[in-house]
């Protein structure tokens, strides 16, 4: 079994920054891609960035040029830098990782964007 702790999450003010953390522990070898995802209340679950093992990484259209995401594969990391932080970023964000074909999620971490 695989095992994803998040962290960093929390209240900032529209305009202002957050980085979310998550590591991956227990069975952690051969992971492939890692991302994160967010849940607003009353939408679906949307990809917000992935990272592939190659160092590809991909972005919802929403946060292109605001979100960066980031790994340490050695340390099994994943991190999203979120600077201009707007509103409508207010969501529960979950880390995903891809491991031989199987996907594991985080428990979530609230980040909650004031206008």
């Known amino acids: 079994q695989v095992q994803l702790v998040e962290s960093g999450g929390g209240l900032v003010q529209a305009g202002g920054s957050l980085r979310l953390s998550c590591i991956a522990s227990?069975?952690?070898?051969?992971?492939?891609?890692m991302g994160w995802y967010r849940q607003a209340p009353g939408k679906q679950r949307e990809l917000v960035a992935s990272?592939?093992?190659?160092?590809?990484?991909n972005y919802a259209d929403s946060v292109k040029g605001r979100f960066t995401i980031s790994r340490d594969s050695a340390k099994n990391t994943v991190n999203l830098q979120m600077n201009s932080l707007k509103p409508e970023d207010t969501a529960v964000y979950y880390c995903?990782?891809?491991?031989?074909?199987?996907?594991?999620w985080g428990q979530g971490t609230q980040v909650t964007v004031s206008s």
């Open positions: 990272i592939t093992g190659a160092g590809r990484t």
């Open positions: 995903n990782i891809q491991r031989f074909a199987m996907d594991y």
């Open positions: 227990g069975r952690s070898f051969g992971i492939n891609a």
